[in-house]
């Protein structure tokens, strides 16, 4: 099984970045690999922000994502980040990043909803204040 660990949380104000990442360990992330970014605030469902598809590079954004955030990667250290950018209050909630190998891209486009993953990190805090 994989082993993810997101990093880079913090606290920062409202308009401020932060660049959240997330690190495999006894895997790698190579060719063939979906990688997916989501969140949960307190009280609320999980919510899909992004993918990206490996061998490509493709990635495909959730509706709170876009053009605020962007997933990238670098396989050379099995590793796939989130920056997030502008953000606001309502972005306040744990991260988490998800990884499963093997599928295409229209299979990673579908993990969006948070389901066909199999490992998942214990996600990292995000708090945004005014």
């Known amino acids: 099984q994989v082993a993810l660990e997101e990093t880079g949380g913090g606290s920062v104000q409202t308009g401020g970045s932060l660049r959240l990442s997330c690190v495999a360990s006894?895997?790698?992330?190579?060719?063939?690999?979906?990688i997916g970014w989501f969140r949960q605030a307190p009280g609320k469902e999980r919510e899909g922000l992004g993918v990206?598809?490996?061998?490509?590079?493709?990635?495909s954004y959730g509706g709170s994502a876009k053009g605020r955030f962007t997933i990238s990667q670098d396989l050379a250290k099995s590793t796939a980040y989130l920056d997030l950018n502008r953000l606001d209050t309502e972005d306040s909630a744990m991260y988490y990043c998800?990884?499963?190998?093997?599928?295409?891209?229209?299979?990673?486009?579908?993990?969006?909803?948070?389901?066909?993953?199999?490992?998942w990190g214990k996600g990292t805090q995000v708090t945004v204040s005014s």
């Open positions: 006894r895997y790698v992330i190579d060719n063939n690999s979906c």
């Open positions: 998800a990884a499963q190998k093997g599928g295409n891209w229209i299979s990673c486009t579908r993990r969006l909803s948070g389901t066909g993953f199999g490992s």
């Open positions: 990206i598809y490996s061998t490509y590079g493709y990635t």
